[in-house]
């Protein structure tokens, strides 16, 4: 290591910018590599015969055989249309109320001027330091109470408010000209046509992060579906997959749980693949990192 150090600080400078952004590209890939690993694993099982045996599932070299039985198998035993309407629904339910709560709150914040507000943004933004796991017993008795136990509204009801969200709508509002602002109240717009035509149109990258913020994190939640469905026919993705993997034909088949893994992924994978430009644009533009 010393002499490469040495060697490494002898070297031309330009030779050094020449070879830095080779070495970051390589370990780039690298990285994706690795990161690939698991998908490649899964795609591989999930094509591989039950001829090849349980020995066989360990390797990523694809069979010679490749079938489609394990995902017919997964797709007769799992009823994964249904869970995957649910965590639609769900997911869908959330967001459409997050964006109306996140925006009064972040333009509040941002624009309009009360008692406490600084005191009270920084009272809502410790939220984030609290660990999600913490919340599930008073939420579940918030939920009880309300009557929504064991239905999918009580399942969204405590993810309507975000503080990440209405921290990130207030940076973006913030960014906002106030000039555009005092125009239209010149010409007699009232405070929600204000954030209506002004506000969310300029803010729309920030919003597109967010929801894909939202989306992807509330796709993937199983703790607190798990415990607040009971019924078969309301389970999300995440607890029907969970259930699938428990039964007696799962646990003989690795080939047959990738297949529903695959499934439970697919559409925010497939989702991603499609609309990566965007999604990139609108963390870079939004101030993401």
Excluded at 71 to 97: K, M, Q, S
Excluded at 108 to 120: E, Q, V
Excluded at 127 to 145: E, F, W
């Amino acid at each position: 290591m010393k002499l490469i150090d040495a060697l490494w600080k002898d070297a031309p400078l330009a030779t050094r910018r020449e070879i830095t952004p080779k070495l970051g590209f390589l370990l780039t890939v690298l990285l994706a590599i690795v990161w690939l690993i698991p998908f490649l694993w899964m795609g591989v099982a999930t094509l591989r015969p039950a001829s090849d045996g349980i020995n066989l599932m360990a390797e990523l070299m694809p069979s010679l055989k490749p079938t489609l039985d394990n995902i017919r198998d997964a797709w007769e035993i799992g009823d994964f249309p249904r869970y995957a309407l649910n965590t639609t629904i769900i997911c869908t339910g959330i967001l459409l109320v997050q964006f109306f709560t996140i925006t009064l709150a972040g333009f509040a914040f941002a624009r309009l001027d009360f008692a406490g507000k600084s005191l009270i943004f920084y009272l809502f933004l410790m939220q984030l330091m609290l660990v999600p796991v913490l919340l599930i017993v008073p939420n579940l008795r918030i939920i009880a109470q309300f009557g929504l136990y064991d239905t999918l509204a009580g399942v969204m009801m405590p993810f309507f408010a975000s503080a990440f969200g209405t921290f990130l709508m207030r940076q973006a509002f913030e960014a906002i000209p106030t000039e555009l602002e005092d125009a239209a109240l010149i010409d007699g717009a009232s405070l929600f046509q204000r954030i209506r035509h002004i506000y969310v149109p300029l803010s729309m990258p920030s919003f597109s992060a967010f929801a894909i913020i939202s989306v992807t994190s509330h796709w993937n939640d199983f703790l607190w579906p798990l415990m607040v469905i009971n019924s078969p026919d309301k389970r999300p993705l995440t607890v029907g997959l969970s259930v699938f993997t428990a039964t007696a034909e799962g646990t003989q088949a690795w080939g047959t749980i990738a297949a529903g893994t695959l499934m439970v992924i697919a559409p925010l994978l497939i989702t991603f693949l499609i609309f990566q430009k965007r999604f990139i644009s609108s963390f870079v533009t939004s101030g993401i990192k």
